[in-house]
């Protein structure tokens, strides 16, 4: 299995970012993908999750109505577009797919600062 970030970058406060996510080895189509995210000294926390076949999304209280995930299946990449950032979305960003066990990519850093 493998998962690829990419999109991160600096944004100021109520920006927009868009991130990617590569994956390979696995079914895609038939898994669930999620978004987390990790700021130094606290857990990863889960930001947003969609079905395999993108018909059900979920999201954490603190980016419902901001950002949207979603996947592409011939494509075998998933996505979390984010709008109106805040400097609490500062983070490294991870792709996750739970397929006998986690898996990660390596994550993209986020930072919003002005």
């Known amino acids: 299995v493998q998962l690829g970030e990419s999109g991160g970058g600096l944004v100021q406060p109520g920006g927009s970012l868009r991130l990617s996510c590569a994956a390979a080895?696995?079914?895609?189509?038939?898994?669930?993908m999620s978004w987390y995210r990790q700021v130094p000294g606290k857990e990863r926390e889960l930001v947003a999750l969609?079905?395999?076949?993108?018909?059900?999304?979920n999201y954490a209280d603190s980016v419902k109505g901001r950002f949207t995930i979603s996947r592409d299946n011939h494509k075998n990449m998933v996505f979390l577009q984010m709008n109106n950032l805040k400097p609490d979305d500062t983070a490294v960003y991870y792709c996750?797919?739970?397929?006998?066990?986690?898996?990660w990519g390596q994550g993209t850093q986020v930072t919003v600062s002005s």
């Open positions: 996750n797919v739970k397929w006998v066990t986690d898996y």
């Open positions: 969609i079905s395999g076949l993108g018909d059900v999304t």
């Open positions: 080895g696995f079914a895609f189509s038939s898994y669930a």
